[in-house]
C-alpha cells in the first residue's frame, strides 16, 4: 500500500535551519510529482513547495521563496524540504503529498502523517 | 484571510444532511479550475473526499457528494454520522496566485 512517512521535525531557533525527510513506498516514486503542503497550529492548510518528477522544475510560496529547498531523490524514493531561516510564522505540521496527476487542477490523493516544526527561542 | 472562503463550522443531527459551501473567484472556480474535497479527522492527515468537483475516490461512502457551478462549490453529506464529525478543506488552484489554494476549513459537528 502506499505510504508517506516524515521525519526530521522538531523545536529549532528563529533564524535556524531544519531538513525534512519524507520517505515513500508503495508507488513507482520516480513517477510522480511531489508537494510540501503546512499546516499552522489551529490553522488551515497551505502549499509549501512543489517538484515534478525529475526535480527539474520546482515552484515555492511566496512565504518561503528564497529560504527553502526542495529536493528529491528517486533512487532513494525521498523527497526533503531543506528550512533555513527559520520563523516562528514558520511553525507548522509539515506534510508530504502525492499529487494525483498534472500540475495545475490536481488533488492530493495520497498524504503522509505529518512532522511537527516549531520555531521558537 | 484564505483564498476560497468556507463557513467556520457546520451541525447537524445523525440521520440529517448537512451541505458546506467553498466560494471562490474568477481566477481559480471560475476560471475552470475543479474543487477538491478533503475530511480531516482531529489529529490526523487530510484525506480526500471528492476530487474533480464530483468525484470519490474509491472507499469514500456514497454518503458524501460535490458539486461546483460557477465560482462557488459545496460538499454534502447525507445520513449523517458521529464519525463524520471532522474538519472539511475545499482546494483548486489560482491562475492568479500561481498556486494552490485551500478553504480555510469547515468543522462538522455532528450532534
Known amino acids: 500500500q502506499v505510504q508517506l512517512v516524515e521525519s526530521g521535525g522538531g523545536l529549532v531557533k528563529p533564524g535556524g535551519s531544519l531538513r525534512l525527510s519524507c520517505a515513500v513506498s508503495?508507488?513507482?516514486?520516480?513517477?510522480?510529482?511531489m508537494i510540501w503542503i503546512r499546516q499552522a497550529p489551529g490553522k488551515g492548510l497551505e502549499w509549501v513547495a512543489y517538484?515534478?518528477?525529475?526535480?527539474?522544475?520546482?515552484y515555492y510560496a511566496d512565504s518561503v521563496k528564497g529560504r527553502f529547498t526542495i529536493s528529491r531523490d528517486n533512487a532513494k524514493n525521498s523527497l526533503y524540504l531543506q528550512m533555513n531561516s527559520l520563523r516562528a510564522e514558520d511553525t507548522a505540521v509539515y506534510y508530504c503529498?502525492?499529487?494525483?496527476?498534472?500540475?495545475?487542477?490536481?488533488?492530493?490523493?495520497?498524504w503522509g502523517q505529518g512532522t511537527l516544526v516549531t520555531v521558537s527561542s | 484571510q484564505s483564498v476560497l472562503t468556507q463557513p467556520p463550522s457546520v451541525s447537524g443531527a445523525p440521520g440529517q444532511r448537512v451541505t458546506i459551501s467553498c466560494t471562490g473567484s474568477?481566477?481559480?472556480?471560475?476560471?475552470?479550475?475543479?474543487v477538491h474535497w478533503y475530511q480531516q479527522l482531529p489529529g490526523t492527515a487530510p484525506k480526500l473526499l471528492i476530487y474533480?468537483?464530483?468525484n470519490r475516490p474509491s472507499g469514500v461512502p456514497g454518503r458524501f457528494s460535490g458539486s461546483k457551478s460557477g465560482t462557488s462549490a459545496s460538499l454534502a453529506i447525507t445520513g449523517l454520522q458521529a464519525e463524520d464529525e471532522a474538519d472539511y478543506y475545499c482546494?483548486?488552484?489560482?491562475?492568479?496566485?500561481?498556486?494552490?489554494?485551500f478553504g480555510g476549513g469547515t468543522k462538522l459537528t455532528v450532534l
Open positions: 508503495g508507488f513507482t516514486f520516480s513517477d510522480h510529482y
Open positions: 482546494q483548486s488552484y489560482d491562475t492568479s496566485l500561481s498556486g494552490w489554494v
Open positions: 517538484t515534478t518528477s525529475s526535480g527539474r522544475t520546482i
Open positions: 474568477s481566477s481559480n472556480f471560475g476560471a475552470g479550475y475543479d
Open positions: 474533480g468537483n464530483t
Open positions: 503529498a502525492r499529487p494525483m496527476a498534472g500540475v495545475t487542477s490536481t488533488p492530493f490523493d495520497y
